[in-house]
C-alpha cells in the first residue's frame, strides 16, 4: 500500500501549498463556516487546519485515509455532477503517505471525538478523545520518508508564499467562509466570512484596487455572473489579478480569459490586464471539472455561449460606468 501512495501523491502533494490546498478544500465541503490556516516554516515543518465543519464520524476516520476513499461520489450521476471540491478520494492517503500526520475530528452528534495518528502510512495511534465539533489536521515534516522529494523543497520563505497564495486564492472563492491565516505565529490574512466582497479585496489586494470596482451582476438560463471589475484605470502588467471561479473553484481558463480581455478591448492599452473577481455559476452538467488532478482546469460543453455572454457581461458593465 505504502508505495503507491508515495507515488499517487506526487501527483496530489508537490509541495506544502498542495497539502493546504487539499485539506483546506476539505474543510470547504464540509460546511465549514470558519477555517484556520497555520504554518510553520513555510509549512515545511508544520502545516495544521482547523475547521469547524461536519467532522469525520469515528467509524470512517480510518477509512477516510485509505486510497480512492471519498465520501462524497456515491453514483455516477454525483460523478457528473460533481458539487464539491475533492471527489478522488487520494489526498489524505496522499498525504499521510509522505508525512507525519495527526487528525482529531468529531461530528456534532458524537460525544467525544477521535484523535488519529499517521506517519508514512503506517497507523500509530487511534485513540477516543474530547475534542470540539469539526476536525483539525496536523502535517508535520513534509516528505521525512521521501528524500529525492524532500530536496526539492524551498527554503520556509519561498514556500510560505506558495501557501498564502493559495490561501488567498481560496479566501476569495469562499467569501461566505471566514479565513484566518497565520505564519510562525504571525497573523498574514483574515476575512470575516460576511460575504462582503470589497472588504475581501481590500483584505487582499489593498486600497488601491477597492477605490475603482465596477459591479457585474448577469444571469441566463446558462450561467449567473456575480463581482466586480476593475476600472481600466486601475490596469495591470500581468495576468495575476484576473480571478475567476467556476461553481466554487478557482480556475484558469482560455475561454473565460479570453473573453475577459476581449470585453476591456479597447479599454486597454496593449500589455495592461485587468483585475476581475468573478463569480461564474454553470449547470454542473455542462462543465467538466475532472480534467487534471491540481482540478485548476475546466471543460465546458458550451464554450461560445459562455464565451460571448461573460464577454457581453463585462462589456455592458464597462460600458454603464462610461455614462
Ligand atoms: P476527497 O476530498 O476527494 O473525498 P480526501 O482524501 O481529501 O478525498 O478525503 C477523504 C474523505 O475524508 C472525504 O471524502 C471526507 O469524507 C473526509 N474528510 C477529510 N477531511 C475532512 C474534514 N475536514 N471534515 C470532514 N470530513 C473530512
Ligand atoms: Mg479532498
Redesign the pocket.
Known sequence: KTTIDKIAAGEVVERPASVVK??T???I??S?TAITIEIKDGGNSFIR?T?N????PAD?VRK??MRH?????RTVDDLVQIA???????????ISAVARVECI?KTPEALTGVRYWVEGGKEIEFEEIGAPS??T?IVRNLFFNTPARAKFLKSGMTEGNHVAHVVEELALSHPEISFKFLSNGQSRLYTSGNGNLKEIIYQIFGRDLTRELIPVDKKTELMSIHGFIGNPGAARANRNFENYFVNGRFVKDRILGKAIEDAYHGFLMQHRFPFTLLYIRIDGTKVDVNVHPSKMEVRFSSQEEIYHTLCLALQNALMQRER
Do not use: C, H, P, V
Open positions: 487539499e485539506l478544500e476539505n474543510a465541503d464540509a465549514s487546519i475547521d465543519g461536519g467532522g469525520i470512517q477516510a485515509f476513499a471519498t465520501s462524497k461520489i464539491t471540491l475533492g471527489f478522488r478520494g487520494e489526498a489524505l492517503s496522499s475530528t469539526g476536525t489536521m
